[in-house]
């Protein structure tokens, strides 16, 4: 996927946990504080209406996804 993609919220969903496996992504989702989320969770983010895109670039970048795979 290309940054210049948009991302909707399923495909975000999807993406997460075709990287993660579904289990992790979710639970990632619910309790991991990311900085480049201003200290929120990917789901506070999100329901803050934070672009799915955003949310997706910081986990790649915080979890370090490689770019082959962002």
């Known amino acids: ?3 210049g993609d948009p991302v909707r919220l399923t495909q975000f969903r999807q993406l997460m946990a075709d990287e993660f496996g579904s289990p992790r992504a ?3 989702a619910t309790d991991h504080v990311f900085t480049g ?3 929120r969770t ?3 983010a999100l329901n803050a209406g934070v ?3 955003d949310v ?3 986990v790649c970048g915080e979890l370090g996804v490689p770019p082959e795979r962002r």
């Open 26 to 28: 979710s639970s990632l």
């Open 42 to 44: 990917v789901n506070e």
């Open 56 to 58: 997706w670039r910081v």
């Open 1 to 3: 996927m290309s940054y």
């Open 51 to 53: 672009d799915p895109k």
């Open 37 to 39: 989320l201003g200290g």
